[in-house]
């Protein structure tokens, strides 16, 4: 494949020249040889180089084990004949990707197999002419039981394909679980207070939590609502403020794209962020938010709700094994799940639905596709409760078997642990790959499901208010609703994107601060679409009506 030499494609160049300075040269990825696969193992083994970010939860291993040395990768050289060698280690996403566009410039080799999280480092990679073309591999090499899992999300596929042909495929495809609503419920029993269903309610408890003295201390030091501002108004996962902005807006929520009337708009120069912003800003001057919530992270915005001085967060169900902290700190304490509020006229609020972690790239030269696949399906056993990891990974590890019976909290080990190791981390990529949508095991167990494999045991021994929340979280999937722009940053997106993002997280922050007046937001609007808002939304619209993801779909085998 010829190298296309993109005005985009120069910039990264250009921009990383500098940090180039001291490092060394060096070629393609340099892949063993394919060994002979035999009876499920290659003889002699197969090494695969990986690239591989570690998330917070990532990388913490039994004394003696490292990142290449491991439960796991000892488990695969074993049983596989396949060894994996990390070349390229990125400790959180920016450190990750800037180690990738350097590898990308040729200063580095590119590993054999590298998961990419940024949809423009990808177009990037691609563009660049360095990645494996796959339709082949995955009609060939893919088992069956992958397959039947992609066909069900052919939209994943979108920004990873050129002019029919595909550069990578989506880490796990899987509808994510969605968002509840955390709430200390002894606060609500102590003010004789229901869980809010309307916005109007919403207000209410919010108000009460701030002003009544909930923990009853005799100090005003509570307030209602916490959540991030840092990153934007829709996070996705936790700490999320987008139930505020749909109740206004519907299906049109900040920072995505949906569907309306035949066309893709984005969210947040609809109607009715307005009078959501109006209402954050109300609440913010009542005390009800709190103060420093625009340089407040996700995980950064909890610490209040944990240390007894926030009310409400809004998050994914785990949240509440982060939060629970609260219940073990405070005498009386008691958190409980809601579902999140109704809009204004009566329709739920929507989210984002998130339908895979990254994606899968791998060098152009790589030459072992068949044991990657082989590698990766393996891995899929823990999803469904199959082969060698029925009940997970590794015993001692991320469950045991106790008096005969398997055991998933880990202080009840054997010999206890203080956490659970992500032995499913320690593959290709910082997430273990699922196929439990929306938390349908949780809401089968609820239906009577008999807990007969390793998935439905695991989430049986769930704690019962994580368990509550992934019911909620599956009766209400319909409110998820994934990004329907997924495809390569536009033309206009790779010169304007960054600075429309970041004139709209800024208007929205000083509205709500007060900084700016309500108006400030038809001001936004209106500059957004005149800075290359307008001109990206044709784009974006010309690349859905071109979409034409069942042919790949067909290429592939995958139809």
């Known amino acids: 494949m010829s190298k296309r030499k993109t005005g985009a494609w120069l910039a ?31 003889d002699p083994p197969v090494t695969i180089a990986i690239g591989k970010q570690l998330d917070e ?16 990768t000892r488990w695969a050289a074993d049983n596989l004949g396949i060894r994996t060698q990390t070349t390229l280690l990125g400790g959180d996403s920016t450190n990750y990707n800037t180690k990738l566009r350097l590898a990308l410039t040729g200063s580095e080799k590119l590993p054999d197999l590298f998961p990419v999280y940024d949809t423009t480092l990808a177009n990037d990679l691609i563009e660049s002419g360095r990645v494996k073309e796959i339709s082949a591999d995955i009609q060939q090499y893919m088992p069956e039981r992958l397959k039947e899992i992609y066909k069900q999300y052919p939209a994943t596929f979108n920004p990873v394909v050129r002019d029919g042909q595909v550069y990578g495929l989506a880490i796990s495809p899987n509808l994510t679980e969605g968002e509840v609503m955390l709430i200390r419920q002894d606060w609500l029993d102590k003010l004789n207070l229901q869980a809010p269903t309307t916005i109007d309610e919403f207000e209410t408890v919010i108000d009460a939590f701030t002003n009544q003295d909930p923990d009853g201390n005799g100090k005003k030091d509570t307030y209602g609502f916490t959540f991030s501002g840092k ?18 807006t519907g299906k049109n929520i900040p920072a995505q794209w949906q569907e309306q009337d035949g066309k893709l708009v984005y969210g947040s120069v609809v109607e009715g962020n307005k009078e959501a912003l109006a209402k954050l800003r109300d609440w913010y001057s009542a005390g009800y938010l709190n103060k420093e919530l625009a340089t407040l992270g996700a995980w950064d915005a909890l610490a209040d709700f944990t240390e007894g001085k926030a009310g409400i967060i809004v ?33 739920p609020t929507y989210q984002s639905g998130q ?10 030269d790589f030459n072992n596709m068949e044991a990657f696949f082989l590698y990766y399906d393996k891995l899929y056993d823990a999803a469904f409760g199959t082969g060698d990891f029925i009940y997970g990974y590794a015993q001692g590890y991320d469950y045991d078997i106790v008096d005969g019976k398997p055991v998933f909290d ?32 949780y809401y089968d167990l609820a239906q009577g499901v008999e807990a007969d494999n390793g998935v439905l045991l695991r989430s049986a021994s769930a704690l019962p208010t994580t368990q509550e929340g992934f019911v909620i979280s599956y009766e209400n999937r319909d409110s998820l609703l994934p990004n329907a722009f997924n495809g390569p940053p536009t033309p206009t997106m790779q010169t304007s994107w960054e600075q429309l993002s ?27 679409y005149a800075k290359g808002g307008e001109q990206v939304t044709q784009e974006i619209n010309d690349w859905y009506g071109q979409t034409n993801i069942d042919e790949v779909m067909s290429k592939m085998g995958l139809q």
């Not at 040269?25 to 499920?40: I, R, Y």
């Not at 169900?317 to 809009?343: F, H």
């Not at 339908?355 to 791998?362: K, R, T």
């Not at 009840?412 to 095991?441: C, H, I, R, Y």
Request: net charge negative.
């Open 355 to 364: 339908l895979n972690d990254g994606y899968f790239m791998f060098n152009q």
């Open 12 to 42: 990264v160049v250009t921009m990383f020249t500098g940090l180039l300075a001291g490092c060394g040269s060096g070629g393609e990825s340099e892949t063993a040889a394919a060994g002979v696969l035999k009876d499920g193992k290659y």
């Open 231 to 248: 990153d934007g108004y829709n996070t996705g996962w936790v700490s999320d403020p987008v139930m505020i902005f749909s109740a206004y």
């Open 315 to 347: 998050g994914r169900p785990w949240l509440y094994d982060s939060v629970r902290d609260v219940e073990k700190n405070v005498d009386g304490a008691k958190i409980a799940a809601y579902p999140t509020i109704q809009g204004v006229s009566g329709e």
């Open 57 to 72: 939860n990532a990388g913490k291993y039994k004394e003696g084990e490292s990142v290449d040395d491991n439960v796991l």
């Open 410 to 441: 880990p202080q009840k080990f054997n010999e206890p642990l203080e956490a659970v190791q992500g032995v499913g981390k320690m593959a290709f990529t910082k997430n273990t790959p699922s196929a439990d949508p929306a938390g349908k095991s």
């Open 502 to 528: 970041t004139m709209e997280k800024e208007t929205f922050t000083k509205i709500i601060y007060s900084n700016e007046p309500l108006d400030a937001y038809d001001a936004f609007v209106t500059n957004w």
